[in-house]
């Protein structure tokens, strides 16, 4: 590990100790895709599953767990800054139980996106599933700590929501079904009314604090770049620009559901802007690739691909702002809850 890497490293557990604060919290709870997957699709039957070295090297014991990094994923972090614990299990993951998920519990499915089409490609769990399985840890949180303790959880809970990513570069722009229905604002338009459905539901089951992520700079992930050759690897304007745009909707949503839902306190989290600024200007963050991920060759490697024969996977994940063609190292993870934390995040400490 160069010096600078150690440095960040370092640098970054100092102010994960800073950060933590006495927590008001009693849970966080966690629905949404890859990005935030703690490893339920290792019990369902897809082909998009992560619990397989080198994924999980350099997560507590070098585990596999499902999660699409090196380590610990952005929730993870999250949950250890507000004093919870420093993992979300997954909902699925049969090790663990109700006490486990009294504090936290992960929803979330690797593939999934809000347009119940998109969890169809890979056979993931759809969202209105996960929304069943909520309504299911409800029943059993009240069977554990009885009907006011359990509704005090929920009504003081944080729920975390990350997804989206998957509905455009999935389907939209992979399949023809979607593209031929809706122009891009449309579908857009159609996204964000599935996510306020999703929210008024929350509410409705008596959920209060709700953070709602928006898109990433989708257009710069290494398989976008790779597949870009005619403008030299570099990232898809376009996909960027749908990013931004159908996070601008989700903010106007957010705004008037603040208005129309009694007692909701629903946030924006926006990590378009710190993943743009550290893929701009890596060296402000100890990072010297971000073209390429750490798995392999770096450009198309993602889940079974990105396997622990693959004789290409870097020996220092830390210098990459990617782990696989998709997703963030736990570096970048780190970074982007740190920042999520201290903006969108600060209303609930």
């Known amino acids: 590990m160069g010096s600078e890497a150690m440095l960040w490293f370092l640098l970054a557990h100092l102010l994960v100790q800073i950060l933590k604060i006495n927590a008001k919290v009693p849970a966080i709870i966690v629905f949404g895709d890859s990005t935030v997957d703690s490893g339920n699709n290792n019990e369902i039957s897809t082909v998009l599953k992560s619990n397989f070295q080198p994924y999980g090297r350099d997560f507590i014991d070098s585990k596999p767990t499902g999660r699409f990094s090196n380590g610990r994923i952005p929730t993870d972090f999250i949950s250890e800054a507000f004093r919870i614990k420093p993992t979300i299990p997954a909902y699925l993951d ?34 209105w599933k996960e929304m069943e399985y909520y309504k299911e840890y409800q029943e059993k949180l009240r069977g554990f700590l009885g009907n006011e303790k359990a509704n005090k959880v929920i009504g003081e809970a944080l729920y975390l929501v990350s997804i989206g990513t998957n509905d455009f570069l999935e389907n939209y722009y992979v399949l023809p079904r979607r593209s031929s229905e809706y122009n891009i604002e449309e579908y857009q338009n159609f996204l964000a009314g599935i996510a306020k459905d999703f929210v008024t539901e929350l509410h409705r089951l008596g959920a209060r604090n709700i953070c709602l992520s928006g898109l990433p700079p989708m257009g710069c992930l290494p398989l976008e770049r790779a597949t870009n050759i005619f403008s030299g690897g570099d990232c898809v304007q376009e996909y960027n620009d749908v990013a931004k745009k159908f996070n601008e909707k989700l903010q106007g949503m957010i705004m008037k559901v603040n208005k129309e839902l009694a007692g909701i306190r629903l946030v924006f989290s926006n990590p378009y802007d710190i993943l743009l600024d550290i893929i701009q200007n890596p060296n402000k963050f100890g990072f010297e690739d971000i073209a390429k991920a750490c798995c392999g060759t770096g450009f198309f490697e993602m889940g079974y691909m990105c396997s622990k024969i693959n004789p290409f996977t870097c020996s220092d994940a830390n210098i990459y702002v990617f782990w696989d063609s998709f997703h963030p190292t736990e570096k970048t993870n780190w970074i982007i809850a740190d920042h999520v934390v201290r903006t969108s995040l600060a209303t609930f400490l």
């Open 94 to 127: 049969p090790t663990y139980n109700i006490s486990d998920f009294s504090t936290g519990v992960c929803f979330a499915s690797a593939g999934t996106g809000y347009d119940n089409a998109t969890s169809d490609v890979l056979s993931v769990i759809p969202l």
